[in-house]
C-alpha cells in the first residue's frame, strides 16, 4: 500500500492499527453478501444447506480480494472527507 496519495497527498496510514477498523466493515460486507447469496440459493434450490456453505465458501473466496479492498476504501472515507478545493491548499505538490 502506498504511503500517501500520488495525487493531493494524503497520508493513508493515519496511525498505528488504524485499519483495524475496516475489519468490521469487511466483516459486515461479508454477512451482507452472505444474506443475499442465501436469498438467491434458496429461490433457486430451496434451503439445501450444502449447497449453500460450497456456493458461498466459493464465492467468498472469489470476493475477498474486492471485499477486503472496499472495506479499506469506506473505512477511511469515514474519516477523511472530499475538499473540493484541495488544489488550493495542497504545498506538497508542484
Same mark, same amino acid.
Given at each position: ?6 495525487v493531493c497527498g494524503e497520508k ?11 475489519? $468490521?466493515? +469487511? ?17 433457486? $434450490? ?5 449447497? $449453500? ?23 477511511? +472515507?469515514?474519516?477523511?472527507k472530499y475538499d473540493k478545493n484541495?488544489?488550493?491548499? +495542497?504545498?506538497?505538490?508542484?
Amino acid at each position: 500500500m502506498h504511503e500517501a496519495c500520488s495525487v493531493c497527498g494524503e497520508k493513508f496510514e493515519k496511525e498505528p492499527g488504524f485499519y483495524q477498523g475496516a475489519m $468490521y466493515v +469487511n466483516y459486515a460486507l461479508s454477512v451482507a453478501a452472505g444474506v443475499g447469496w442465501f436469498i438467491i440459493i434458496y429461490l433457486l $434450490y430451496g434451503f439445501d444447506p450444502l449447497i $449453500y456453505v460450497i456456493s458461498f465458501s466459493i464465492v467468498l473466496l472469489l470476493l475477498l480480494p474486492l471485499m477486503f479492498r472496499i472495506g479499506r476504501l469506506l473505512w477511511i +472515507n469515514f474519516f477523511v472527507k472530499y475538499d473540493k478545493n484541495w488544489k488550493q491548499f +495542497n504545498n506538497t505538490k508542484k
